[in-house]
């Protein structure tokens, strides 16, 4: 797979454009200039890899924008060696930026063709990731991954899933977008003894987190 220094320099600016943004990570900034996200996009779309927006992907479904994927994972605030649960896989970009933060990183997609898809270009990349087709409604219980330090959701929920919360660590984080045609993006901390801390982080637009499949891991 090519990497052209005119894309490692539209990368450059594109972290440049996610600064102005509002974006501090260090980490999350030094490791979207260095992962390719024209490698998970379809290549008749690659000129417009480094705009900031959502792109079209398989089965209907979007690579979230740049400057989203920036502020979720600055939002979730992952350290080396945490274990992660990603709901929507998607294009897998999300899933190798938190794989080069250093996560262990589970990640659940309902679209059996973008799973298909998506599983076979992580391991061509050499990323870990383990991946599942099934419904992020119910997290991973059927085998013993859970309890995660870090739940992020990249599709729009019209509630918060408790298998989600039940599966996070107590002190663990959520970033997940709620609500059906916009969502808010929230970031919910859980506690010992205490309800949920729900921060509010403004508005923003997924594709809709769907239900009722049949769960299936492997
Ligand atoms: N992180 C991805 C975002 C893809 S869009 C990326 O950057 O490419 C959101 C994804 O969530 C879609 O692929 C969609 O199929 C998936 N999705 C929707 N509902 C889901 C559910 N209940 N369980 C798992 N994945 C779901």
């Known amino acids: 797979m090519q990497d052209s220094y005119k894309q490692q320099g539209q990368r450059l600016q594109m972290c440049r454009n996610l600064r102005a943004k509002g974006i501090t990570d260090e980490s999350v900034l030094s490791v979207m200039e260095k992962v390719p996200r024209h490698w998970f996009m379809d290549s008749a779309l690659v000129e417009h890899a480094y705009d900031?927006?959502?792109?079209?992907?398989?089965?209907?479904?979007?690579?979230?924008?740049?400057?989203t994927v920036a502020f979720q994972t600055q939002l979730l605030g992952v350290k080396p060696g945490m274990k992660v649960l990603e709901i929507g896989t998607g294009s897998g970009y999300q899933t190798s930026i938190l794989c080069e933060l250093g996560a262990k990183v589970f990640t659940i997609e309902r679209q059996k063709g973008l799973f298909d898809k998506t599983?076979?270009?992580?391991?061509?990349?050499?990323?870990?990731?383990k991946c599942f087709l099934g419904d992020g409604y119910k997290g991973l219980t059927e085998v013993d991954y859970a309890p995660f330090d870090r739940v992020i959701i990249t599709c729009g929920a019209p509630y918060i899933p408790q298998p989600l919360m039940d599966?996070?660590?107590?002190?663990?984080?959520?970033?997940?977008?709620?609500?059906?045609?916009?969502?808010e993006m929230l970031r919910v901390t859980k506690r010992q003894g205490e309800e949920p801390l729900i921060e509010h982080f403004g508005n923003c637009r997924f594709v809709p987190m769907l239900g009722n499949v049949q769960y299936k891991y492997q």
């Open 119 to 129: 599983k076979s270009l992580l391991w061509s990349l050499r990323y870990t990731a």
């Open 167 to 183: 599966q996070l660590k107590p002190d663990g984080i959520m970033v997940i977008p709620v609500g059906n045609e916009q969502q």
């Open 52 to 67: 900031d927006q959502a792109l079209p992907i398989l089965c209907d479904q979007t690579i979230s924008q740049p400057s």
